[in-house]
């Protein structure tokens, strides 16, 4: 029997206007964990959709053997029925159906013909505590955390006598708690015998867990790295994505912080579906010009709620307190107010709200300043081409040109769309949450040289963000907030990890506006 349980030669897949693939080669051993890394537009996705049918067999070239027989997969039934099952970023289950039933859904347990329920969620009890979930198996997925769901995605593969597990950005949108739970999960497997392919973006990980490295970049595979035998660090994996040394994570930046122009005192907001629970509690936050200010916090710490609130009340019930801008008190009833305020919101779910995928371009990044290229109620589509096109560049976004889909481009150009949208309203304040979220290292740089310039002209950043390294390369202040409360602030000369995660974890508010020394 082969040491190697995939073999792939010569890998090429083209799209309109695009090579995704260029001979590409990879080659996996049994019962191992296999990292697949490389910039966003790396081509990582593409080369597993390949793999696990979701372009079909004659949509590429090259050739494909898994356990030594060559595989020539229709669909995703086919690579499954081999043995091939890949678990996508965004995940496949039915929130409204229990999770035995999303377990076995296309793969139902029957008795006689019909479904049986016994069987049903007997089965997928032992799946569940196979994956280590001990939840009842009648549960509605709906009910269930995102880790959780990850690990009844895991719990459906093994129901399919899965052999090779395909994961795209697995913990992409995990906390540490269940990222490090999911990472043990995937040893567990491979002591096993299952094998697995993870995407990744988070390198430490990719270190703390992976056999074999592979390297992708521009549509190429660059070399395949053994984790021990090769010595590998950081730095040797980021050289090889990138084609060249990055001297630093965050770019070097000269902070020019002027006076205080953004403030918002007594903020508080309750769940709109439970009015009597408040999310967000009195919270007190100040922003100056030429100023990146980050919001730490655990998950489920009020945030992202926080910042949804204040632009424009677009989360949340019974809002009150008080936001102002150069003195004068905003009127933040809607989400046009918000803008017209000059207040700009960058969410953390860039596919789903910050985007329209199926637009191109120049749709994209004019649609929340339409007035700006219209007249009379007419938009004026030489304008909508000259300011794309002005914007495409500004923010190098890799595109044959505007008339580009958004969906159809990396997740870091869809990043700085996101960004360039926002932008072209000219706020005064940028709120970005989780702006490198699903971003590699590369494409991570860039953004944040387009923060810096942001900051450069004299606007002010509201940065949210889970990875702490994050905020503290890139923020001149950070707010901490538990359980909705702001908790304290600290500075970027004495701003600390373990510090921020102390604040990060206090159950009563200091009110935030005492600067710690």
């Not at 081509?43 to 079909?56: D, E, I, P, R």
């Not at 990222?179 to 002591?191: I, M, Y």
Request: with cysteine; aromatic share 4%; hydrophobic share 40%.
């Amino acid at each position: 029997m082969s040491e190697d349980i995939l073999r792939m030669r010569g890998i090429t897949k083209r799209f309109p206007g695009v090579l995704a693939l260029s001979e590409v080669d990879l080659q996996v051993k049994r019962a191992s964990i296999h990292a697949l890394v490389g910039e966003n537009g790396a081509g990582k996705s593409t080369l597993m959709k390949v793999l696990s049918g979701v372009y079909a067999y004659g949509d590429y070239e090259g050739e494909i053997e898994v356990e030594g027989e060559p595989a020539r997969f229709r669909g995703i039934r086919d690579s499954e029925e081999a043995g091939v099952v890949i678990i996508h970023q965004e995940l496949a289950l039915v929130d409204e159906l229990s999770i035995a039933e999303n377990i076995f859904l296309g793969n139902e347990r029957k008795a006689g013909g019909i479904i049986s329920w016994d069987r049903t969620n007997t089965e997928a009890a032992r799946l569940m505590n196979q994956v280590g979930l001990h939840d009842n198996p009648q549960t509605l997925v709906e009910k269930i955390g995102v880790g959780k769901q990850q690990l009844v995605e895991i719990a459906k593969a093994l129901s399919k006598d899965v052999k090779l597990l395909i994961l795209d950005e697995p913990t992409a949108a995990l906390n540490d708690t269940d990222s490090e739970n999911l990472l043990q999960l995937l040893k567990a497997l491979r002591d096993e015998g299952v094998t697995s392919i993870i995407i990744s973006h988070k390198l430490g990980e990719v270190l703390a867990v992976a056999d074999e490295i592979t390297v992708l970049r521009d549509g190429q595979s660059i070399e395949t790295l053994d984790r021990v035998g090769d010595a590998v660090t950081e730095d040797r994996i980021i050289k090889s994505m990138v084609g060249r040394d990055l001297e630093h994570l965050f770019p070097p930046h000269e902070s020019n912080i002027g006076e205080v122009f953004f403030e918002v005192e007594d903020w508080t907001v309750h769940h709109p579906e439970h009015r009597e629970r408040v999310i967000v509690n009195r919270a007190n936050l100040r922003v100056a010009r030429g100023e990146i200010v980050g919001l730490a916090g655990l998950m489920g710490a009020g945030r992202t709620e926080f910042a949804m609130s204040v632009f424009g009340r677009s989360w949340g019930t019974n809002i009150s307190g008080s936001a102002r801008l150069d003195g004068k008190r905003l009127k933040l009833h809607s989400v046009p107010d918000a803008i017209d305020a000059g207040l700009a919101y960058a969410t953390e779910d860039r596919k789903n709200y910050g985007l329209h995928l199926d637009y191109d371009l120049r749709q994209n990044f004019t649609l929340p300043g339409l007035d700006r290229v219209s007249r009379n109620g007419i938009v004026n589509q030489d304008r909508v081409n000259e300011v794309a096109e002005r914007l495409r560049t500004e923010f190098g976004v890799k595109a044959p040109s505007v008339y580009q889909l958004a969906g159809n481009l990396s997740g870091g150009n869809q990043q700085k769309i996101v960004l360039g949208k926002w932008v072209f309203t000219e706020p005064e304040l940028l709120i970005l949450d989780e702006p490198t979220r699903g971003i590699d290292v590369g494409a991570k740089y860039e953004i944040y040289e387009l923060i810096q310039s942001l900051v450069d002209m004299g606007k002010g950043v509201l940065m949210i963000s889970s990875e702490l390294p994050e905020l503290l390369g890139m923020c001149d202040r950070i707010y901490a907030m538990s359980a909705g409360h702001i908790t304290g602030q600290v500075d970027r000369e004495t701003a600390t990890q373990e510090e921020l995660m102390r604040l990060m974890t206090l159950e009563t508010a200091s009110g935030g506006e005492e600067l710690r020394q």
